[in-house]
């Protein structure tokens, strides 16, 4: 009996060890950018932590989980920083983070699509964002509509109520 098990642990050693190998883990680089724009305002977060595993080879077992800190909210205009952080938006003191968690990827003519859960402000929706991988880089385009996430419901016609979204992730293994 003993004989046996020194073989097969083995087997699951190497086969585990390979997976460790190959696996298709990225490290977010330096000069990322994601920006937004709703007309006014537009502007940028910086704070990405990402867990980031994509192999185009293999997209049943790529995932995405990806967080960005609200309280980097950069509109170019102080004032605008500190009223996107508020209560009465973003509230970055009680959400302090929007979140993507992927539950698929899939090719598609163009590139690829996430589909996931986006969290922000409490509010869990499903979204799919489409997105290429060219040259170690992720880049997508797509579109939030503040007030599916109770964004300042109050007053649903102050500023842009949907904001593009843009993102360019350079990553590195």
């Keep these: 009996m003993k004989k046996a098990i020194f073989p097969a642990l083995a ?3 190497v086969m585990a060890s390979s997976f460790v190998m190959f696996s298709q883990e990225w490290k977010v680089g330096d000069n990322y950018s994601i920006k937004f724009d709703g007309g006014d305002p537009s502007g ?3 704070g990405l932590k990402a867990s ?3 192999d185009p080879s293999d997209l049943g077992t790529s995932k ?6 609200v309280a980097t909210i950069n509109t170019g205009n102080g004032m605008k920083n500190t009223h996107a952080k508020s209560e009465k938006w ?3 003191a009680k959400y302090p983070t929007i979140q993507f968690t992927s539950s698929a990827i899939s090719k ?3 590139g690829y699509e996430a589909k996931g859960t986006l969290t922000m402000h409490g509010v869990q929706k499903e979204i799919v964002i489409p997105f290429t991988f060219e040259n170690n880089t992720f880049k997508g385009t797509f579109s939030v509509n503040r007030l599916d996430y109770n ?3 109050e007053e649903p016609n102050h500023g842009g109520s949907t904001f593009k979204v843009d993102i360019e992730v350079p990553v590195t293994k």
Excluded: E
């Design 11 to 13: 087997i699951l050693l």
């Design 44 to 46: 940028t977060f910086s």
């Design 52 to 54: 980031i595993n994509f």
């Design 64 to 69: 995405f989980d990806a967080t960005i800190d």
């Design 90 to 92: 973003f509230d970055a």
């Design 108 to 110: 598609t003519a163009t």
């Design 151 to 153: 964004i300042n419901k």
